[in-house]
Nanobody, 125 residues
Framework: QLQLVESGGGLVQPGGSLRLSCAVS??????IGWFRQAPGKEREGVSC????????NYADSVKGRFTISRDNAKNTAYLQMNSLKPEDTAVYFC????????????????????WGQGTQVTVSS
């Protein structure tokens, strides 16, 4: 069974940075997506990357601040988050999909079949 394990969350001041990691068994075959869910809100797509790493996309709210990447040799995907804002506060999840399909510029959440447990990111002074 595919397993995804996120790490790297924490408390950071506005304007700070964090790097989230997502370790995945059987990594190289999957599109990896990052999603987040704030209290009382629906889970939303943040970014995703194709299995080759050649295709990526970002939600408008994080473009220019977040960068997704992957290291297939280490079976790990990353989400570098810079210039963090209080509205970035959420539980961040990584997930795996068998294909890279976009709708309105983002990967479709329904395509992701395996999910990590999530890691909390809190942006506050």
């Amino acid at each position: 069974q595919l397993q995804l394990v996120e790490s790297g969350g924490g408390l950071v001041q506005p304007g700070g940075s964090l790097r989230l990691s997502c370790a995945v068994s059987g990594f190289t075959y999957y599109t990896i997506g990052w999603f987040r869910q704030a209290p009382g809100k629906e889970r939303e797509g943040v970014s995703c990357i194709s299995n080759s790493g050649q295709s990526t996309n970002y939600a408008d709210s994080v473009k220019g601040r977040f960068t997704i990447s992957r290291d297939n040799a280490k079976n790990t995907a990353y989400l570098q988050m810079n210039s963090l804002k209080p509205e970035d506060t959420a539980v961040y999840f990584c997930a795996a999909a068998s294909m890279y399909v976009t709708y309105r510029g983002l990967c479709r959440i329904g395509d992701f079949h395996s999910w990590g447990q999530g890691t909390q990111v809190t942006v506050s002074s």
